[in-house]
């Protein structure tokens, strides 16, 4: 299998540290608001390629971590008069929500930072009796110019480094590119008792110590979306291999920004849609049928357009797959794979194995899917629908479980709320109670509020 590592810039045949298992880390959400759709490119891309490393027969050990203690959520909790850790609880239950939606699988750890700060300050105080971490007034930074390797993995040169950076009014720092390890509290701000004062965690430094903490001082693969190579990953780097003396992350994947008409997907840009407007609008298979479609390490144009024809096709193929399971019959059993599907087989793992192409690995099951509607061989079509649904579906995630599941219930129930609405207009209130308690009978409340009626299951 071959991956482009960022940190060398070339495609190179990957070899896990330890025979038959990988290690990889995924930096996760800040939780502090609603995820938007070009956020979970990250989260759908390594979702699959943990997959496609099971179907290889590694063992995968996944590790995401949870931000939950940032400036941005001690400002929505000012914002809101609640505590931080409310809004984190409530960003992090938003994210199962939309990690089962989207049929991402859970990690086999999701650490977060404020479980970590012991750890974190042990990290911090180890970097500064080594010489790479200095003191400055209840703030602790990292010293960029005592790690030599600094700037490898974005390619930048320490000297433009210098000259780019400012050193914002309040801050201690010796040198503009020196990022903080430790912030001391401000006023009303959450906080833990260190050796420097009352403070907390840098956002670099809590990646670097769940890493390792979890998978090791060294382990296989830290991934993540681009935007993060520089500041994160770089000072990740530098932070870690600076403590450890050794290599930190062997391998490192970026995926490409989902853009908005050109521009970056952002909260801050307002240019954003939800995931669980996207699912409810598109499903699950069609969401990750649009990331698939391009390159991971490409950028991705969002389009409703585009989204929309997703749709379609995705929906096609659902059709075929439920269609040909619902005549199913008992007399197709094979023992063994034909040389057929071991030549499909073969492709699909030539495709995800050179830099995981998922584009190629979907045109392939789409050829299969027209298979099952084309083939004259009963046998042919047999074989074609099993790859799909029970070998190439569940590696990609999608098309691997019958489409009803990601029906729109929103859209049938908005439908009985309007012919409510009329009756009750009409005055027809015996009609329109019958549709009040019958869909209350299937679990369904309606609630009729000032801005019309509402919804809950
Ligand atoms: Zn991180």
Same mark, same amino acid.
């Given at each position: 299998?071959?991956?482009?590592?960022?940190?060398?810039?070339?495609?190179?045949?990957?070899?896990?540290?330890?025979?038959?298992?990988?290690?990889?880390?995924?930096?996760?959400?800040?939780?502090?608001?609603?995820?938007?759709?070009?956020? $979970?490119?990250?989260?759908?891309?390594?979702? #699959?390629?943990?997959?496609? %490393?099971?179907?290889?027969?590694?063992?995968?050990?996944?590790?995401?971590?949870?931000?939950?203690?940032?400036?941005?959520?001690?400002?929505?909790?000012?914002?809101?008069?609640?505590?931080?850790?409310?809004?984190?609880?409530?960003?992090?239950?938003?994210?199962?929500? *939309?990690?089962?939606?989207?049929?991402?699988?859970?990690?086999?750890?999701?650490?977060?930072?404020?479980?970590?700060?012991?750890?974190?300050?042990?990290?911090?105080?180890?970097?500064?009796?080594?010489?790479?971490?200095?003191?400055? *007034?209840?703030?602790?930074?990292?010293?960029? $110019?005592?790690?030599? *390797?600094?700037?490898? %993995?974005?390619?930048?040169?320490?000297?433009?480094?210098?000259?780019?950076?400012?050193?914002?009014?309040?801050?201690? &720092?010796?040198?503009? @590119?020196?990022?903080?390890?430790?912030? #001391?509290?401000?006023?009303?701000?959450?906080?833990?008792?260190?050796?420097?004062?009352?403070?907390?965690?840098?956002?670099?430094?809590?990646?670097?110590?769940?890493?390792?903490?979890?998978?090791?001082?060294?382990?296989?693969?830290?991934?993540?979306?681009?935007?993060?190579?520089?500041?994160?990953?770089?000072?990740?780097?530098?932070?870690?291999?600076?403590?450890?003396?050794?290599?930190?992350?062997?391998?490192?994947?970026?995926?490409?920004?989902?853009?908005?008409?050109?521009?970056?997907?952002?909260?801050?840009?307002?240019?954003?849609?939800?995931?669980?407007?996207?699912?409810?609008?598109?499903?699950?298979?069609?969401?990750?049928?649009?990331?698939?479609? &391009?390159?991971?390490?490409?950028?991705?144009?969002?389009?409703? /357009?585009?989204?929309?024809?997703?749709?379609?096709?995705?929906?096609?193929?659902?059709?075929?797959?439920?269609?040909?399971?619902?005549?199913?019959? @008992?007399?197709?059993?094979?023992?063994?794979?034909?040389?057929?599907?071991? /030549?499909?087989?073969? @492709?699909?793992?030539?495709?995800?194995?050179?830099?995981?192409?998922?584009?190629?690995?979907?045109?392939?099951?789409?050829?299969?899917?027209?298979?099952?509607?084309?083939?004259?061989?009963?046998?042919?079509?047999?074989?074609?629908?099993?790859?799909?649904?029970?070998?190439?579906?569940?590696?990609?995630?999608?098309?691997?479980?019958?489409?009803?599941?990601?029906?729109?219930?929103?859209?049938?129930?908005?439908?009985?709320?309007?012919?409510?609405?009329?009756?009750?207009?009409?005055?027809?209130?015996?009609? $329109?109670?019958?549709?009040?308690?019958?869909?209350?009978?299937?679990?369904? &409340?309606?609630? *009729?509020?000032?801005?019309?009626? &509402?919804?809950?299951?």
């Amino acid at each position: 299998m071959r991956i482009t590592n960022t940190l060398t810039g070339k495609k190179e045949e990957f070899i896990p540290q330890k025979e038959g298992e990988v290690r990889i880390y995924v930096c996760g959400p800040t939780v502090y608001n609603f995820v938007h759709l070009g956020n $979970s490119r990250p989260a759908i891309t390594f979702d #699959a390629f943990r997959r496609y %490393l099971e179907y290889r027969g590694y063992k995968v050990i996944l590790t995401q971590n949870f931000t939950d203690i940032d400036d941005k959520i001690i400002v929505k909790a000012i914002e809101e008069g609640v505590n931080a850790t409310e809004i984190a609880e409530r960003y992090i239950v938003q994210y199962w929500k *939309d990690s089962m939606a989207l049929g991402i699988r859970p990690a086999n750890f999701h650490p977060r930072t404020t479980h970590y700060v012991d750890e974190i300050i042990e990290f911090i105080q180890d970097l500064i009796a080594k010489g790479y971490a200095y003191v400055a *007034d209840g703030d602790v930074y990292f010293d960029v $110019s005592a790690f030599d *390797d600094y700037g490898r %993995l974005s390619g930048r040169k320490l000297e433009e480094l210098i000259v780019g950076a400012r050193i914002q009014p309040g801050e201690k &720092k010796k040198s503009p @590119e020196d990022f903080a390890l430790w912030k #001391a509290a401000k006023e009303n701000e959450p906080y833990w008792e260190s050796p420097w004062g009352k403070g907390r965690p840098g956002w670099h430094i809590e990646c670097s110590v769940m890493s390792t903490c979890i998978l090791g001082e060294t382990f296989d693969i830290h991934a993540g979306g681009s935007d993060l190579i520089f500041p994160h990953h770089e000072n990740e780097r530098a932070q870690s291999e600076a403590r450890y003396g050794k290599t930190f992350a062997r391998y490192w994947m970026h995926n490409g920004m989902m853009r908005f008409a050109g521009s970056k997907m952002s909260k801050s840009l307002g240019n954003f849609i939800t995931i669980k407007e996207a699912v409810r609008k598109y499903g699950k298979d069609a969401v990750r049928y649009f990331i698939f479609s &391009k390159h991971y390490r490409s950028p991705i144009d969002y389009s409703e /357009e585009m989204l929309q024809e997703t749709k379609t096709a995705v929906s096609r193929g659902n059709k075929i797959l439920n269609d040909f399971e619902a005549n199913l019959d @008992e007399s197709h059993p094979f023992a063994r794979k034909s040389p057929w599907m071991e /030549e499909k087989i073969a @492709e699909f793992t030539e495709y995800l194995d050179d830099d995981f192409n998922t584009p190629k690995a979907l045109s392939l099951i789409f050829e299969l899917i027209n298979e099952i509607v084309n083939s004259t061989d009963e046998q042919r079509k047999f074989e074609a629908y099993h790859l799909v649904r029970n070998e190439f579906g569940p590696v990609l995630g999608l098309f691997d479980i019958p489409e009803s599941q990601s029906f729109d219930l929103d859209g049938l129930v908005q439908i009985l709320i309007d012919l409510r609405g009329q009756f009750r207009k009409e005055k027809n209130f015996e009609k $329109s109670d019958e549709i009040r308690d019958r869909l209350m009978n299937l679990g369904i &409340k309606l609630m *009729d509020t000032p801005e019309g009626t &509402k919804w809950t299951l």
